[in-house]
Nanobody, 115 residues
Framework: QVQLVESGGGLVQAGGSLRLSCVAS????????MAWYRQAPGKQREMVARITSGGSTNYADSVKGRFTISRDNAKNTVYLQMNSLKPEDTAVYYC?????????WGQGTQVTVSS
């Protein structure tokens, strides 16, 4: 079993920054990708950013140029640096990893951006 623990969420004013972290532990076998998703009230969960084991990244159009995903393979940790935050970025942010035998989700961390 794999555990994902997110941290770094909180309340920030529009234009501000936050850095999310997600640490994976447990039965970790060959992580293929690590990703961040988010879900706002009344909306479907959407992919925010994704990074492969080789370092390739892709982002949702809504966050390109503002968010940066990175990972530390040795620490099984993925980060999401969020700059120039907007009220529409308010959501619960979830960490997600894909491994050779399956995938796992974190419990989520709330990000609230006030206008």
């Amino acid at each position: 079993q794999v555990q994902l623990v997110e941290s770094g969420g909180g309340l920030v004013q529009a234009g501000g920054s936050l850095r999310l972290s997600c640490v994976a532990s447990g039965r970790i076998v060959s992580i293929n990708y690590m990703a961040w998703y988010r879900q706002a009230p009344g909306k479907q969960r959407e992919m925010v950013a994704r990074i492969t084991s080789g370092g390739s990244t892709n982002y949702a159009d809504s966050v390109k140029g503002r968010f940066t995903i990175s990972r530390d393979n040795a620490k099984n940790t993925v980060y999401l640096q969020m700059n120039s935050l907007k009220p529409e970025d308010t959501a619960v942010y979830y960490c997600n990893i894909g491994m050779s035998y399956g995938y796992a989700w974190g419990q989520g961390t709330q990000v609230t951006v006030s206008s």
